[in-house]
């Protein structure tokens, strides 16, 4: 899989969009983009994933660069309950394949 | 969307006795489930790929006959503790595998938190 890179930690304020980025300059051509969120003592959540299009769907956007290397995550109108850790994971699929979880970003959506 | 549950969802045992933990795919078939662990601000860490039908695949540095897992039909996979330790105490999360768009979903449970005294 390859390796994502993300920031530590971002802030946000209530009803702003919130925009969470993820490197991932190595990854191939079969690996998909999947975003994963984890609010306090609560499994994960699956929020979106893409190939090479941008996606869309009730929860965000996906933004995909077009040489793949970096993507971003979009929430469009952020609420505290959005507050948790994001998790950006680089992955083939069609194999059911194990996720590797790195360090995500921590948002923070305060008033 | 999918739903995953786990049983039970906390649980406090003694050092030296046995936990279960049962993962459910409450509303789809999963032929693969995957165990993770989770320490205290850290990242999950996938600790074994479990297919139903047969044995367990151990990440490493995961011992096979100290986690047993058990994935005995399409809806239902089973962690078991052995001779639990204090060091054992941690977050236990399962995640299912399904069909989706554009390939498979994984969906996660709420996670069994493990306190070993």
């Known amino acids: 899989d390859a390796k994502t890179t993300q920031p530590t930690s971002m802030d946000c304020a209530e009803g702003r969009a919130a925009n969470l980025p993820c490197n991932h300059s190595?990854?191939?051509?079969?690996?998909?983009v999947y975003w994963y969120r984890q609010i306090h003592s609560q499994g994960p959540q699956y929020i979106i994933h893409?190939?090479?299009n941008n996606e869309t769907n009730e929860m965000a956007s996906l933004i995909i660069t077009e040489d793949r290397k970096s993507s971003t995550l979009i929430l469009p109108h952020a609420t505290l309950r959005d507050t948790a850790v994001y998790y950006c994971?680089?992955?083939?699929?069609?194999?059911?394949?194990?996720?590797?979880f790195g360090t995500g970003t921590r948002l923070q959506v305060t008033l | 969307g999918a739903v995953v549950s786990q049983h039970p969802s906390r649980v406090i045992c003694k050092s030296g006795t046995s936990v279960k933990i049962e993962c459910r795919s409450l509303d789809f078939q999963a032929t693969t489930m995957f165990w993770y662990r989770q320490f205290p601000k850290k990242s999950l860490m996938l600790m074994a790929t479990?297919?139903?039908?047969?044995?367990?695949?151990?990440e490493q540095g995961v011992e096979k006959d100290k986690f047993l897992i058990n994935h005995a039909s399409l809806t239902l996979s089973t962690l078991t503790v052995t001779s639990a330790h204090p060091e054992d105490s941690s977050f236990y999360i399962c995640?299912?595998?399904?069909?989706?768009?554009?390939?498979?979903?994984?969906?996660f449970g709420p996670g069994t938190r493990l306190t070993v005294t």
């Open positions: 190595t990854i191939s051509g079969n690996e998909y």
């Open positions: 479990s297919n139903e039908g047969s044995k367990a695949t151990y």
């Open positions: 995640s299912a595998s399904t069909p989706g768009q554009g390939g498979y979903e994984q969906y």
């Open positions: 994971i680089a992955d083939t699929t069609g194999t059911a394949s194990k996720l590797t």
């Open positions: 893409g190939l090479k």
